[in-house]
């Protein structure tokens, strides 16, 4: 079997270049290890969690704020087995729609462990032991990530977990320690919380989501404890231990002291390493980092000519939309086109409630390198939109350049926050200033009318409604 492209790996990268060179007439393989397609986005990852997500808010919302809309609930239950089933049904209907996909763009779909064995030849090893070789012009990695835990803190996905597992529990636990304030950890937190979970959550770092903009950082973690979350904030971790039915936390405080905590599970969220084991790199001549991601080129090429490696197995931001847009570009390189990808202009995104989104330069990025800028900003109490949803706690802040009014970054913290980022990508895209976005009209009442009195603010300190 002869192919143009050859695809290791089914998660957003892997099926969307697929589809993406299938378009551009290409003859497509696609190759995943497991049952089924979607990688961890789809399977273990972005859809399950959400969909936990969004449960957990809709009990806690029925819990304590339906009674201000004058919405009375009486006999309140969690039902998690059914909560947990819904989430498995999302799931099982995003596989299925990336299946589809496949068939629809007449991409072959083979099952099994993929080895490149030099030449554009790959082994396909199968888990009934059966063994596929096909050949391919060009090929390109997208084998993903796995959960990283700590030289200290194996995990042992009984009572040491991933985020794997927590999306699996067969109940909710009565006390859960997490490891780690970034993205994955206030999620999960803000899951098990809202369902009556004592959480605590250890961060080495002073700041929830370390890696966001300063202010999201501090507007999260107030929002975290509102929901009961524990926040140990600049705590070093020593050891993680598990000891029969609880797993036990040791960590240093600010101040050099110890102590010990202790829940049903340790969930550990401290990042995501490549998956690249026994994929026969060494047969190929590939090299990678000093943490195991793949070297490639400005066009995502690797060492060897002909094989190329996107998304979270080249590093960078480890998310489903970057490696989406690196499948689209190989895709059209190979096509002899000359896409882009602009990386300083792909969204963040937090799931919590109210969520948090930026994209561009954060505050202490642009002081880090120097670039004078002016900030404006505009809180959700002051939007009519957001008060007649009873979702006042959230605010935008626009970033732009002091001397020209460029949009240089945006971040809000707020509800739909995920949704409104989209016009912010925009705006940097197209290199607009705050003057641009302020002058364009916004619907009213909506949220994003603190979009534009956020730009604003940040043209000559004007906003209309502060």
């Excluded at 970034?182 to 999960?188: D, H, L, P, R, T």
Aim: hydrophobic share 40%; glycine share 10%.
């Amino acid at each position: 079997m002869k192919y143009d492209l050859a695809v290791i790996g089914s998660g957003p990268g892997g099926y969307v270049a697929a589809i993406r060179a299938a378009q551009l007439k290409m003859k497509v393989a696609i190759i995943e290890r497991y049952s089924t397609l979607g990688g961890t986005c789809l399977n273990v990852g972005c859809i399950p969690s959400k969909a936990l997500l969004d449960s957990s808010e809709l009990y806690l919302q029925a819990e304590k704020h339906f009674g201000v809309h004058g919405i009375g609930v009486s006999s309140l239950k969690l039902d998690w087995d059914t909560m947990r089933g819904r989430k498995d049904k999302v799931v099982e209907d995003n596989v299925k729609g990336v299946a589809f996909l496949m068939k629809k763009n007449k991409i072959d779909v083979h099952t099994g462990h993929a080895t490149l064995l030099g030449s554009g030849k790959i082994a396909i090893a199968a888990g009934d032991g059966k063994h596929t070789e096909i050949e391919a012009a060009n090929v390109i990695i997208a084998t993903g990530s796995k959960p990283a835990d700590l030289p200290f803190a194996k995990l042992d996905k009984e009572r040491i977990i991933s985020s794997t597992e927590a999306l699996a529990l067969k109940s909710v636990p009565k006390e859960l320690v997490i490891i780690g304030a970034g993205v994955i950890g206030c999620e999960m937190g803000s899951v098990f919380a809202r369902l009556g979970t004592k959480v605590r959550i250890v961060e080495y770092l002073n700041s929830a989501i370390p890696t966001m903009d300063g202010t999201m950082g501090k507007e999260l973690g107030k929002s975290l404890k509102n929901i009961g979350i524990e926040l140990y904030l600049g705590h070093k971790v020593k050891s993680v231990e598990s000891k029969g039915k609880k797993a036990k936390v040791v960590c240093e405080t600010p101040s050099g002291e110890d102590i010990e905590l202790t829940g049903d599970y340790c969930l550990m969220a401290v990042g995501r390493r490549p998956y690249t084991d026994k994929l026969g790199l060494e047969n190929v001549k590939i090299s990678t980092d000093q943490r195991g991601f793949i070297k490639v080129n400005e066009n995502l090429e690797t060492a060897q000519p002909g094989i190329f490696a996107i998304g979270d197995v080249i590093g960078g931001a480890m998310l489903a939309h970057k490696a989406e847009e690196e499948g689209v570009f190989v895709a059209e390189r190979l096509a002899g086109q000359k896409p882009h990808i602009n990386y300083r202009a792909i969204p963040w995104v937090v799931y919590t409630w109210p969520e948090v989104a930026g994209v561009g330069y954060t505050e202490e990025e642009l002081k880090q390198v120097g670039r004078e800028y002016k900030v404006g900003s505009f809180p959700y109490k002051a939007l009519g939109r957001a008060r007649a949803a009873n979702e006042s706690e959230g605010v935008v802040k626009v970033l732009a350049d002091k001397k020209n009014d460029e949009v240089l970054g945006v971040h809000i913290f707020g509800a739909r926050a995920a949704d409104m980022i989209a016009e912010a990508v925009v705006a940097l895209e197209f290199r607009a200033s705050a003057e641009d976005i302020a002058r364009m009209s916004h619907a009213h009442p909506t949220f994003t009318e603190a979009m534009k009195e956020a730009c604003l603010s940040a043209t000559e300190n004007r906003a209309i409604h502060l």
